[in-house]
């Protein structure tokens, strides 16, 4: 299994607090993602890097910043969690996309957030 | 814009065989992936198809039409441990970005 831990795995917080989830990987894979699943809309990306300070957002991005200062760990931060921000965050890891290799996105275990 | 389609959950008995169909729109195309998500885990890798033709892996083989956006994940011998929602997901041609259908529940029964 591909080394990636998110952290926390599970948190309760209330409506208008800040909140970082943290993706940890031992992989030096060069790109990261942060996603969000609820039921009925899939995986949604909120937003990815590839590389080092290097990052651009996802479908999802609105209320949600990142950063990534070490090439190990992406950061995604809630700046005023709200209600419908409540849902499971997936981090992803994936190597450099070559042509002709697969590239596969691996993910960490996921991180449960509830917003009261 | 994107748009992937695929069922919504699909029941079938413990040694048959379950076909999952899965249509996509995407701007640029570079490859399709199958996931497994057993319910309250994280999706892991089944199968990667970048050209047209159907790609075998023991159990499970995958299906790609690209002049069609059309993709299938074919699971055979299905055992109960099958149980789960499997995700559909076009690679874009820039960058390494997935988009995800909303996935597909399988509930295998005895």
């Known amino acids: 299994d591909a080394g990636i831990t998110q952290s926390p795995r599970h948190k309760v917080t209330e409506t208008g607090t800040p909140v970082t989830l943290r993706c940890h990987q031992t992989e030096n894979h060069r790109y990261m993602y942060w996603y969000r699943q609820d039921p009925g809309h899939g995986l949604r990306l909120i937003h990815y890097?590839?590389?080092?300070?290097?990052?651009d957002k996802g479908e999802v991005s609105d209320g949600y910043s990142v950063s990534r200062s070490k090439t190990e760990d992406f950061l995604l931060t809630l700046e005023s969690a709200t209600s419908s921000q409540t849902s499971v965050y997936f981090c992803?890891?994936?190597?450099?996309?070559?042509?002709?290799?697969?590239?596969?996105?691996?993910f960490g275990p996921g991180t449960r957030l509830t917003v009261l | 814009g994107q748009n992937i389609d695929q069922p919504t959950e699909m029941t079938a008995t413990e040694g048959a065989i379950v076909q999952i169909n899965c249509t996509y729109q995407?701007?640029?195309?570079?490859?399709l992936f199958w996931y497994q998500q057993h319910a309250g885990e994280a999706p892991t890798f089944l199968s990667y198809?970048?050209?047209?033709g159907l790609e075998e892996k023991g159990r499970f083989s995958s299906f790609l039409s690209r002049s069609k956006g059309y993709s299938y994940l074919l699971l055979k011998e299905l055992q109960m441990k099958d149980s789960a929602s499997y995700l559909c997901?076009?690679?874009?041609?820039?960058?390494?970005?997935?988009?995800f259908g909303g996935g597909t529940r399988v509930l295998v029964k005895p």
């Open positions: 198809n970048v050209l047209d």
């Open positions: 995407t701007s640029g195309f570079n490859g």
């Open positions: 890097s590839y590389g080092v300070k290097d990052t």
């Open positions: 997901a076009p690679r874009g041609a820039a960058g390494n970005k997935l988009t």
């Open positions: 992803a890891i994936s190597e450099f996309q070559g042509r002709s290799s697969y590239n596969e996105q691996f």
